[in-house]
């Protein structure tokens, strides 16, 4: 079995900026334990598998079902794996589509539109709510006070300008003992309507470049709060991001590009396959 390997950069404008992702078309679902160890190997924070889904639509849409791993476990959502999947759906795999169904595990129907070289994710919301704080919580990402802390599948923490977010510098040691997969932290921005940066020491990530994800958190909640449907965002990671976001109902829309790094083959050949 021969597998073809792309790493696209997803929500970035120029190679080398936003998040990469390992993206790996599979005619049939490889071993759980098989597509972990790739993951390994990658040492990206997605690496992304798909399968083209039998029962798809006609016309300008395509389903496929979706899976994404970190370099140390499977993981419910990820958003720029996904956006770099419709990319390369999108350019190397059915260049007619216009829309493409997603179905996963855990987060239910996910649908990405491909149009003038831009990909829009259309993604669950998940307003995050009031929680306890943590003693740990504050205390790794070097503060002492937040305007609010709430969570979702992560914590979000929400500090009072651009400059707190900036000057954010983690403990991910003492982070990795959180009861969360990651710490969003995010403010209201200068240039942009929201900035964010996006931590997961415990799957194996310190600093995540751009996060699909925490923005299904970051939408609705900036959405109260500023009495607006549409958002820019930036993630002030390095490598730096930018997501035209939008609130639809209980959806949140997150458009933006993708730029092919890298297109290869895996040397290796699995032995053995499992649907």
């Not at 936003?18 to 049939?28: D, R, S, T």
């Not at 070097?142 to 707190?164: F, H, N, W």
């Not at 309507?193 to 310190?206: E, K, M």
Request: charged fraction near 20%.
């Amino acid at each position: 079995m021969s597998l073809i390997i792309y790493q696209v950069d997803a929500f970035a404008n120029n190679v080398f900026e936003g998040n990469p992702a390992a993206v790996i078309p599979l005619q049939e679902w490889l071993d759980e334990e098989l597509m972990q160890k790739i993951a390994m190997e990658n040492n990206l924070s997605e690496t992304v598998f798909f399968v083209k889904d039998s029962t798809e639509g006609a016309g300008h849409e395509a389903a496929y079902h979706i899976r994404w791993f970190t370099p140390e476990f499977e993981i419910d959502l990820c958003g720029h794996a996904t956006l770099a999947s419709a990319y390369v759906i999108k350019n190397f795999l059915e260049p007619h589509v216009q829309q493409i169904n997603f179905t996963t595990q855990k987060a239910g129907l996910l649908k990405a539109y491909a149009k003038d070289g831009l990909y829009t994710l259309d993604f669950p919301s998940r307003m995050p709510k009031a929680t306890e704080v943590p003693d740990a919580l504050l205390k790794c990402l070097g503060i002492s006070t937040a305007i609010e802390v709430l969570k979702s599948r992560d914590y979000m923490v929400v500090l009072p300008s651009q400059e707190a977010i900036e000057n954010i510098e983690p403990d991910f040691n003492l982070m990795k003992e959180l009861d969360a997969i990651g710490v969003i932290v995010t403010a209201k921005g200068h240039s942009a309507d929201v900035v964010s940066r996006c931590f997961y020491p415990g799957a194996g990530i310190q600093e995540d470049p751009v996060t699909g994800s925490a923005h299904c958190n970051i939408v609705p909640y900036w959405c109260q709060k500023l009495n607006k449907t549409k958002l820019f965002c930036m993630q002030l990671s390095h490598r730096g991001g930018e997501l035209q976001c939008e609130l639809e109902g209980d959806r949140v829309l997150m458009s933006g590009k993708c730029v092919l790094f890298m297109k290869g083959e895996l040397a290796f050949v699995p032995e053995t396959a499992s649907l």
